[in-house]
């Protein structure tokens, strides 16, 4: 009789158990900022009208305000909306909201370790790789130089195609990668390098795979996932390679290391660990995993701005024609232009920072999270905000409690910063749909900051590459408009720019252009 009872018993538990949690969850929606209703387990994974928030969020800051609670699953996250309200969390209150939540799939590959991440290493790693890139050029002559080098180099490989159709995007990536190889590893490689185009490859799929849904899925059910086959089984052991790579230059260093001349990144941090191997507060791993992170952000960005760039360009030919008239007019066709160049070249410098407003806008960046309790625009914030999963184990009939998910855990609440409702907030900009230059230029012509663009993010997180990629977005787009006019393969009026940037990172003919050699 003892033996019948038992199975009802457990039935009967486990409908407590979920009962209970659903009280518990209610109670913990009660404490964040209110947003659409989630369902149970599920959250707002699968509600159209919520996710990808960067279409639907007008919708959402209408309903519920600039400040609102989304679930992915049983995680809550509190979207910003709007300059004002991103500017007044990560630059008022950078302090409460500089923290980094684990970014599952960054971890899944670093352990921990690096510049990304929530640790006690982060603001030393931080800190360190600014002054060390700012020692290796980044603003300054020398790196000018480098980047030069490389850009005449993308102009030779762009020539050999004669006005032929060609896939921008590894093309631009090769030579971008080739800037920041040479900061971390000392050295450049050719466009035709196997192993090089092997890892770039590694590193394109890695950011496919991050903003796809089984990414999301991957980061909501990592405890899931992680047994189940898939793309994400061989995407790890693909970026293994990469890491397996970064340890044998890290290794080859070792062995050269001049302590009075370091050549590079890896040189100035193996220096580091040197001086500080007693402190134990990082290592070598950090090392490889910030050269990772670096590699990873540096290449993929810069050269998805710059392909996207050149397309745009392409689509609206009037504006290309206006930006080579400037370029003719200040530097001319036989001279590499100067960093001192941009103060005179207005329409260049509008043009970037539009491209960059226009792209960014449809990026939703990491994550930030809380790192304190914080009364934000009426909102009360609570570090401690998160259930715990259930986890419960069956064993000889009875139920053993590994630990119960009505407890809240001690991570802070993460919070997104949605950047499409800052370059496209229309507070900010006049019809910020359209793609114009104009929105950087006063009456006059001359050049105007908006405080509503923030491409590299803003407070205590902001990107360490931001001076490297500004410099490579200048002589790059102005020696490639120096020596080529380029031009659409598809006919403009068959898809709009939001669908050329959509299928950027897609295979096919939206990524191809014609490389006219201008009659210098």
């Known amino acids: 009789m003892q033996a019948e009872l038992i199975p009802g018993t457990i039935i009967l ?76 969390a990560l630059v008022t209150h950078n302090e409460e909201f500089s923290g980094r939540p684990p970014v599952v ?22 800190r360190f790789t600014l002054t060390t890139l700012r020692n290796f050029g980044m603003g300054k002559k020398s ?91 061989k995407l790890f052991s693909d970026c293994n390679k990469v890491c397996d790579f970064i340890r044998n230059k890290m290794e080859a260093h070792k062995k050269t290391l001049d302590p009075e001349n370091p050549r590079d990144f890896i040189d100035c941090f193996l220096l ?6 007693d402190s134990s507060i990082i290592c070598s791993e950090d090392l490889v995993m910030s050269v990772f992170d670096l590699f990873l952000a540096g290449s993929q960005s810069t050269s998805n701005a710059i392909s996207f760039g050149l397309i745009t360009l392409a689509y609206f030919p009037h504006i290309q024609a206006k930006a080579q008239q400037e370029i003719d007019e200040v530097v001319g066709a036989n001279r590499a232009p ?25 990026i939703e960046n990491l994550p930030h999270m809380t790192t304190q309790d914080v ?7 609570l570090r401690v905000s998160f259930l715990k999963e259930l986890t419960a184990c069956f064993f000889m009939g009875k139920i053993h409690f590994c630990y119960l998910c009505f407890l809240v855990s001690l991570k802070g609440t993460y919070v997104l910063p949605l950047w499409f409702s800052v370059h496209f907030d229309p507070l900010c900009w006049e019809d910020p749909e359209k793609f114009d230059p104009g929105h950087f230029l006063n009456e006059k012509g001359e050049f105007q900051k908006n405080d ?47 669908a050329l940037f959509t299928e950027l990172r897609k295979n096919g003919k939206h990524r191809y252009l014609r490389a006219i050699k201008r009659k210098i």
């Open 375 to 381: 009364n934000f625009r009426g909102h009360f914030i």
């Open 338 to 362: 100067t960093l001192e160049n941009r103060i005179e070249m207005t329409y260049i410098k509008a043009l970037l920072h539009e491209i960059l407003r226009y792209l960014q806008g449809e």
């Open 143 to 233: 790196m000018a130089d480098r980047i030069l080098e490389e850009v005449h180099c993308l102009v030779g490989k762009i020539s050999t195609f004669e006005g032929q159709p060609f896939d921008i995007l590894p093309t631009i990536t090769a030579s971008v990668s080739n800037v920041l190889c040479y900061v971390l590893f000392g050295n450049r490689y050719s466009y035709e390098d196997k192993t090089i185009t092997e890892l770039l490859e590694i590193l394109e799929e890695f950011n496919i795979f991050f903003l796809s849904a089984p990414g999301v899925l991957y980061s909501t059910l990592p405890n899931i996932m992680k047994f189940l086959p898939g793309p994400h089984k």
């Open 13 to 88: 538990f486990i409908i407590f158990l979920l009962t209970f949690w659903a009280f518990r969850f209610h109670q913990a929606r009660g404490r964040l900022p209110p947003g659409p209703r989630p369902w149970l387990f599920l959250g707002n994974l699968l509600q159209k009208d919520v996710l990808p928030l960067y279409k639907h969020y007008p919708k959402l800051l209408k309903k519920y305000g600039p400040v609102f609670t989304v679930w992915l699953g049983t995680k809550p996250m509190v979207a910003l909306c709007g300059c004002e309200t991103v500017r007044d």
């Open 452 to 498: 509503a663009y923030l491409p590299f993010s803003a407070g205590k997180r902001t990107c360490p590459g931001e001076g490297l990629a500004d410099m490579e977005m200048f002589l790059f787009f102005v020696i490639l408009l120096q020596h080529f006019t380029f031009e659409l393969t598809i006919d403009p009026k068959e898809i709009n720019l939001e």
């Open 105 to 126: 799939l960054f971890d899944e590959i670093t352990k921990g370790y690096g510049i990304i991440g929530e640790h006690k290493r982060w603001k030393i790693i931080r």
């Open 272 to 277: 580091k660990l040197e001086k500080e191997q």
